[in-house]
């Protein structure tokens, strides 16, 4: 069988005959749409999976150096000690509860469930995670914002861009509207606020008491 592309006058066995139109065969109009759908697939949904898995796995891993030390990180005690210097306090709690948000959201961007959840939690950590480096500027090489600031960046993608096909929540048919991904990076900035309130209470405490601040 063949298919005819183009637009004109009908001609012999009701093929048009303008120059316009080009007689194609019915396979190689099919290959055709299914190559322009693997490209998408290849390219587009695997480019997201390959972002959010690699957000993910850095995510899970700046909890566990916080935490048990692993990857060359600090540990439980040294972070406490470090968060206490920056103004989060009590330090081993909010540790953890750091630590926490960072496994949880890692965790929920690798198989892509709960994502706008995860990009809020993503995007929430890494303003409070900044705080401490802004005095310090944006280069990572000056002790800087910059990994912070990459991180929240790529959470709020993500929560523009959705999970894509290769995840949980398209497996199990999660659809949202086009504005939720503005939302989920405004509740990710709200989240933020608590901490760094708190935060800024104890420093204002600490300059009263005449002691010295820690800057990372």
Request: glycine residues 14%; aromatic residues 6%.
């Amino acid at each position: 069988s063949r298919c005819v592309v183009g637009s004109g006058g009908p001609g012999v066995a009701g093929v048009p005959t303008s120059p316009r139109y080009k007689v194609l065969p019915a396979q190689s109009a099919g290959w055709k749409v299914i190559a322009r759908f693997l490209k998408e697939v290849i390219h587009v949904e695997t480019g997201l999976l390959l972002l959010r898995v690699v957000l993910g796995v850095l995510l899970i891993g700046h909890g566990l150096q916080k935490t048990v030390g692993w990857f060359h990180g600090p540990g439980l005690r040294t972070a406490a000690s470090l968060f206490e210097n920056w103004g989060f306090r009590p330090g081993q709690p909010m540790v953890m509860l750091a630590a926490s948000c960072e496994v949880l959201a890692g965790s929920l961007l690798i198989v892509g469930l709960g994502t706008p959840l995860a990009a809020a939690i993503t995007i929430g950590t890494m303003a409070v995670a900044a705080a401490p480096s802004v005095p310090n500027g944006l280069w990572a090489a000056r002790g800087g914002f910059e990994i912070a600031l990459v991180y929240a960046v790529l959470g709020a993608v993500i929560a523009l861009t959705g999970p894509g096909s290769l995840s949980i929540d398209a497996l199990i048919g999660v659809s949202l509207p086009m504005w939720s991904g503005a939302i989920t990076i405004v509740v990710g900035v709200l989240g933020s606020a608590v901490p760094l309130w708190r935060r800024r209470l104890a420093l204002r405490h600490t300059e009263r008491a005449g002691a010295p601040l820690g800057i990372a």
